[in-house]
T-cell receptor, first 112, second 114 residues
């Protein structure tokens, strides 16, 4: 079945440093979604990318969808303590009936 | 606030028991999903309902069952509980049945089996 892998599993940064998490799928995705889960909280939808090579920005966050629609990345510029949490990517395969598969997540810790 | 309501917030029960988790989706959302999240782990898809009908099934144990009622709220029933069932159970909802619309998660029910 479809697998979605994320690296790294954990990332510790100093406040102000940049952070990137990578998402790779074993199959082509129809779209990629990113979610953030704060410690003790629930996943919150951040963004969805649909087109091959698409790049979207939300303030300090930059999301990219690969040309082959099998990988994606989330880059945070100049991290802040409010960025702490686990970032999940999720994507459905392109075949009909494919379900949304979540990656294992990247847990980000920001030291002030 | 996502608009998805889950009750109860916490549940502590003993092995062998049965519990029911409840979820009310966002107004207007027809799809309800159940996910299990064990400590420091990812989100494991259990089951999806759309407008009252089962739409997709994930790694849901035979001891677990769910349903979606005419008013679109959903219940997840967990029976013959084992220690390993201790986890955070999330309900999520979306407008459509496919996976092109984002999921809106509730605050979760933390189940502890002792």
């Amino acid at each position: 079945g479809q697998q979605v892998m994320q690296i790294p599993q954990y990332q510790h940064v100093q406040e102000g440093e940049d952070f990137t998490t990578y998402c790779n799928s074993s199959t082509t995705l129809s779209n990629i979604q990113w979610y953030k889960q704060r410690p003790g909280g629930h996943p919150v939808f951040l963004i969805q990318l649909v087109k091959s090579g698409e790049v979207k920005k939300q303030k300090r966050l930059t999301f990219q969808f690969g040309e082959a629609k099998k990988n994606s990345s989330l880059h945070i510029t100049a991290t802040q303590t409010t960025d702490v949490g686990t970032y999940f990517c999720a994507g459905p395969g392109e075949t009909s009936g494919s379900r949304l598969t979540f990656g294992e997540g990247t847990q980000l810790t920001v030291n002030p | 606030d996502s608009g998805v309501t889950q009750t109860p917030k916490h549940l502590i029960t003993a092995t062998g028991q049965r519990v029911t988790l409840r979820c009310s989706p966002r107004s207007g959302d027809l799809s309800v999903y159940w996910y299990q999240q064990s400590l420091d782990q990812g989100l494991q898809f259990l089951i999806q309902y759309y407008n009252g009908e089962e739409r997709a099934k994930g790694n849901i144990l035979e001891r677990f069952s769910a349903q979606q009622f005419p008013d679109l709220h959903s219940e997840l029933n967990l029976s013959s509980l084992e220690l390993g069932d201790s986890a955070l159970y999330f309900c999520a909802s979306s407008v459509a049945s496919g996976y092109n619309s984002p999921l809106h998660f509730g605050n979760g029910t933390r189940l502890t089996v002792t």
